[in-house]
C-alpha cells in the first residue's frame, strides 16, 4: 500500500473515521496485523469553522494548499480533504501539488452511477448545500441534486457544527433528520447523499429505506484503491 494523505482536523470526528476506514480496508485486503499508511496534517477546526464564518475562503485556499504540499512533501501519493465542504478548496490544492487529490463528489457520483440511480438529495453543511461545488459535479455525472428547504438546511447545519463537529451523538437529533430524509424520499429521491463526513455518526444505511451514500467511506475506499492498485493487479493476476 503506498502513502494515503489526509487533510484532516475538520473536523477531529471525521478524520478519525478516515483513519478507521482506511486501516479496516487494509487489514480486509491484508488480514492481521497490518494497517494503513496514512500521513495527517490536521488542522484546528476552531480557526477553519472561524474562517468559514468569516467567508475567508482566500485564506482556507492557502492553509489547505501548504497542507497539500507538505503532505506530498511528506511522500503521500495522494490526497483527501477530509471534509465535504473543504472541496470548496481542491482547485488551490490541486495547483500546487502533482499527486492525485480525490474529489470525494466525484467519487460518490460514480458510486451512485453504479447503482443505477439518477435523482439523489444531498445532505451537509449549508456550505455544501447552497453552493455549487458538489452539486455541479452530480449534474456533470448526469444526476439530479435534491436539497432540504431553507429551515431544514438550517437544523442539518447546525446539528454538523454544533454536535457531530463535538462527537456529540444526540437522539432527537436523529429523529430531526430522519423525518427530513423521509419528506425527501416522499419527494422523489432515490438515493441520499450524506454529504457531511460526520452526519455517517448520526444516521445510517440501516435507518433509510433507499440507498445511501456515505462520503466518508466512499471517498476513503477510492483512495484505499487507488493506493493499492498495482498490489490489487497482481493477486488478479496470481488468481
Known amino acids: ?56 475562503w482566500d485564506l482556507l485556499d492557502q492553509l489547505m494548499a501548504d497542507a497539500g504540499k507538505s503532505l506530498e512533501k511528506a511522500g503521500a501519493t495522494c490526497i483527501l480533504i477530509c471534509a465535504n465542504t473543504m472541496h470548496l478548496c481542491i482547485d488551490a490544492v490541486n495547483k500546487v501539488v502533482n499527486i492525485p487529490v480525490l474529489h470525494i463528489a466525484e467519487a460518490t457520483s460514480k458510486n451512485i452511477i453504479e447503482k443505477k440511480i439518477k435523482k439523489v438529495a444531498l445532505l451537509g453543511t449549508k456550505y455544501t448545500m447552497e453552493k455549487d461545488f458538489f452539486i455541479d459535479v452530480l449534474t456533470s455525472f448526469g444526476i439530479e441534486a435534491m436539497i432540504p428547504n431553507a429551515k431544514e438546511r438550517e437544523v442539518i447545519h447546525n446539528v454538523i457544527y454544533e454536535e457531530l463537529s463535538v462527537g456529540n451523538i444526540n437522539p432527537v437529533s436523529k429523529e430531526r433528520y430522519l423525518k427530513i430524509v423521509k419528506r425527501l424520499i416522499k419527494g422523489g429521491a432515490e438515493g441520499i447523499v450524506l454529504g457531511c463526513t460526520e452526519i455517517p455518526l448520526l444516521i445510517s444505511q440501516e435507518d433509510i429505506s433507499v440507498p445511501v451514500f456515505d462520503t466518508t467511506r466512499i471517498h476513503a475506499t477510492a483512495a484505499f484503491n487507488l493506493s493499492t492498485k498495482n498490489q490489487q493487479q497482481q493477486q488478479q493476476q496470481q488468481q
Open 1 to 56: 500500500m503506498k502513502k494515503i494523505g489526509l487533510i484532516g482536523g475538520i473536523t477531529p470526528e471525521s478524520t478519525i473515521l478516515y483513519y478507521r476506514i482506511l486501516n479496516e480496508l487494509n487489514v480486509s485486503n491484508l488480514g492481521k496485523p497490518h494497517s494503513a499508511k496514512v500521513i495527517i496534517n490536521s488542522f484546528d477546526f476552531g480557526q477553519i469553522s472561524k474562517l468559514q464564518k468569516e467567508g475567508r
